[in-house]
């Protein structure tokens, strides 16, 4: 395969890049020591702040694209070998090197996570990076106490990718799940993911800033963070967890030191991007495992093609999409 096709950022000058499907050749890949013939790739948030917005592209062209899931064709390391099946995800990826909307990818071999026995190609990017920090939350709620006798757990943008696959694996572990949402439109989709209750987001909004409230929560998934995060620490249960991963509700966080020293709240901070490669592994090797998503086999997924990447890119900005998109390429 000399020729590929790949979705490529330009930028003339403008304060937006351009957005073309291109056909480009193995000379234009970057450096790397394994090339992946990519299956499918994924949608998320941080795609949609890079391909539209411009944010975190250090020079153009560039392709975006932050998850890839596909087969080796070429590998000067000797851990991978044409035939294996591979995940990337994070470190550089469709941010400051060339991602998964493309036909034909070259990455570093320690970026590469080879497919666990238990996941198609598929199922990894229907997961992608926004499934993975959802498992990762779950893992380190774990590790930090929770259990399901604990008490409700809540996820924040809960139709989201983040918050739905959260909802998902919570539910499939036995927790009683609330999910919060601002597409009260999305409850029976929600119900079906597990979630026992849904509420709307403003429910979870601070108002006025109070440092302590009735505790609700032996846990909270926070994809979301400003007013809502600082809510969450106010109303979690003595010794209560948060995982914090994403700012779509904002990056200022109002809180004070008293549900920390009061009632012993641990607020986790969740890294997809340099989670190091032992946990990474781990984490998908559970993903395939115990944590694999129901939602994998029952839910509709929505496929898309290149050509339909930059209007999708755009609606998961405006808090649009539903769950997870895939976009396929093989
Ligand atoms: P999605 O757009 O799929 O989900 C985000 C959800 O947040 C939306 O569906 C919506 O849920 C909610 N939301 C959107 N806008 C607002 C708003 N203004 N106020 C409150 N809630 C809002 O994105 P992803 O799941 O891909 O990513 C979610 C966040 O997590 C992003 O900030 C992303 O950058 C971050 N992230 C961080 C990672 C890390 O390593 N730390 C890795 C992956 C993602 P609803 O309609 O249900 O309310």
Same mark, same amino acid.
């Given at each position: ?5 790949? &979705? ?52 153009? $062209? ?11 064709? %070429? ?12 995940? +990337? ?52 709620? %774990? ?8 008490? $409700?757990?809540? +996820? ?66 926070? $994809? ?51 989670? $190091? ?23 509709? +997924?929505?496929?898309?093609? &290149? ?7 755009? &609606? ?15």
């Amino acid at each position: 395969m000399d020729h590929f096709r790949a &979705l490529v950022a330009d930028n003339n000058g403008e304060e937006a890049p351009t957005l073309t499907i291109k056909n480009l050749t193995t000379a234009d890949l970057p450096e790397g020591e394994v090339t992946v013939r990519v299956a499918y790739s994924s949608v998320n948030y941080k795609d949609g702040m890079v391909g539209i917005w411009g944010r975190m592209i250090k020079s153009y $062209p560039h392709i975006p694209g932050i998850d890839l899931s596909g087969t080796v064709t %070429e590998s000067t390391d000797p851990r991978y070998k044409p035939g294996d099946e591979v995940i +990337v995800t994070s470190y550089g990826l469709g941010v400051t090197h060339y991602g998964g909307y493309s036909e034909l990818a070259r990455v570093p071999a320690s970026w590469v996570v080879p497919l666990p026995t238990g996941l198609t190609q598929r199922e990894a990017m229907i997961l992608g990076t926004a499934g993975f920090t959802a498992a990762l939350s779950v893992q380190r709620l %774990e590790d930090n106490g929770l259990t399901p006798e604990k008490g $409700p757990v809540v +996820v924040a943008g809960a139709s989201g990718g983040v918050g739905s696959v959260a909802v998902n694996i919570l539910a499939k572990r036995g927790y009683e799940v609330t999910a919060s949402t601002g597409r009260l439109s999305e409850e029976a989709y929600l119900k079906e993911l597990g979630a026992k209750h849904v509420i709307h987001r403003d429910e979870l909004t601070e108002t006025e800033q109070r440092p302590i409230r009735r505790p609700l929560w032996a846990a909270a998934v926070d $994809p979301v963070g400003g007013k809502t995060l600082s809510y969450l620490l106010s109303t979690l249960q003595y010794g209560g967890s948060v995982a914090t991963s994403g700012l779509t509700g904002g990056v200022e966080v109002e809180t004070s030191v008293y549900p920390f020293i009061l009632r012993g709240v641990n607020w986790l901070g969740i890294d997809s991007v340099e989670c $190091p490669m032992e946990l990474r592994s781990r984490v998908w090797e559970r993903l395939a495992s115990d944590l694999k998503p129901t939602m994998l086999s029952n839910t509709i +997924v929505n496929e898309i093609q &290149l050509e339909q990447l930059p209007e999708e890119l755009a &609606l998961i900005l405006q808090g649009q999409v539903r769950g997870r998109t895939i976009v396929k390429l093989g």
